[in-house]
């Protein structure tokens, strides 16, 4: 595998900072790769601007930074305004359809997963439409196996809501599958 630079956007209390920390450690830990985990955020508790940027490849990682992501997921349309500039040429972005307005990017593959209306229409939790949104960006990337990311999933959230964190990625990867199917 080649590095493969994955960039999380949006604003803080969606969890998305959780999401490519888990991402980072079940490729470390689970699948036995190198990866590294930036983060950055606004100084407000939530609501403020949130950055995680992954970095994961096969070979030592010299450099941590994300400059232009070949994965970009986004939940906010200020971060989508702010930051699709940087997607690499051909690379791929998982946005909220319901949070973001996209604009046309013909060497952008651009893919709308509703993860919000999904958290709360099949598990009745907001909170976890990040694991939606990653069990879709998992099932199409195919970065990481799934049953790993399933069990670092089941070993990082917090105790209690493991069941939910997890029917909420399920819920993504068929997502994705579905529309996938329609394209």
């Keep these: 595998m080649a590095r493969t630079e994955i960039r999380f956007a949006g604003f803080g209390g969606q969890g998305l900072l959780l999401a490519g920390i888990m991402?980072?450690?079940?490729?470390?830990?689970?699948d036995c790769k190198n990866a590294a985990q930036t983060q950055?955020?606004?100084?407000?508790?939530?609501?403020?601007?949130?950055?995680?940027?992954?970095?994961?490849d096969d070979e030592p990682i010299t450099y941590?930074?994300?400059?232009?992501?070949?994965?970009?997921?986004?939940?906010?349309?200020?971060?989508?305004?702010?930051?699709?500039?940087?997607?690499?040429?051909?690379?791929?972005?998982?946005?909220?359809?319901?949070?973001v307005k996209i604009k046309e990017l013909p060497k952008t593959r651009q893919?709308?997963?509703?993860?919000?209306?999904?958290?709360?229409?099949?598990?009745g939790r907001k909170i976890v439409a990040n694991m939606v949104i990653l069990g879709s960006v998992?099932?199409?990337t195919r970065i990481l196996d799934a049953d790993l990311m399933k069990k670092c999933i089941r070993d990082n959230v917090p105790k209690g809501?493991?069941?939910?964190?997890l029917k909420a990625f399920d819920k993504g990867r068929e997502l994705y599958r579905e529309i996938a199917g329609k394209a």
């Design 138 to 140: 998992i099932e199409s």
């Design 40 to 56: 950055s955020y606004g100084t407000e508790a939530r609501g403020g601007a949130s950055q995680c940027n992954v970095v994961i």
């Design 161 to 165: 809501t493991e069941e939910i964190n």
């Design 64 to 99: 941590v930074g994300v400059v232009n992501p070949d994965v970009f997921v986004c939940m906010s349309q200020e971060a989508y305004d702010k930051l699709i500039a940087d997607v690499r040429e051909k690379g791929l972005v998982f946005y909220d359809s319901d949070l």
């Design 111 to 123: 893919i709308p997963i509703p993860a919000t209306k999904t958290a709360i229409d099949s598990v």
């Design 23 to 30: 991402m980072g450690t079940a490729a470390t830990i689970l």
